[in-house]
C-alpha cells in the first residue's frame, strides 16, 4: 500500500469506528444512522459540486470538492462494509485492458 491509499484506508478506519458512536458527536456517525437515503442523496449532491467546479476550471475547487466526493464515496463503502481495497483490487483488475474490451466482457443484463 502506498501513502495514497494510506489516507484512504485511514479515513475508512474512521468512518467504520464512527459506525458505532453518537450521532451528536460525530457528522459520519449521524449520516451514517440517517441511512442509505440520505449517503446517497449527500454522494449525489457532491459529485454535482465536482462537474460544477469541472466547470468552472479553478484547480483549488475541483481538488476541495473531489476531496468531498472521495469521502462520501468511503460512507457509502462504509455503510455496506466494502472496503476500499476492493475498489482498488477491481481497478488493477481493469488496469491495462482497454475501456472497450473491459465493458464487452461484463455478463449481460
Known sequence: MNERDDI??????VIKERKGASADSSYTASLLQKGIDKILKKLGEEATEVVIAGKGGKREEIV???ADLFFHTLVLLG?????P???YAELRR???TSGIAE???RPKE
Request: net charge negative.
Open 8 to 13: 484512504l484506508q485511514a479515513v475508512y478506519r
Open 64 to 66: 476541495y470538492e473531489t
Open 79 to 83: 455503510y455496506y462494509d466494502i472496503d
Open 85 to 87: 481495497e476492493e475498489i
Open 94 to 96: 481493469r488496469f491495462g
Open 103 to 105: 465493458k464487452a466482457s
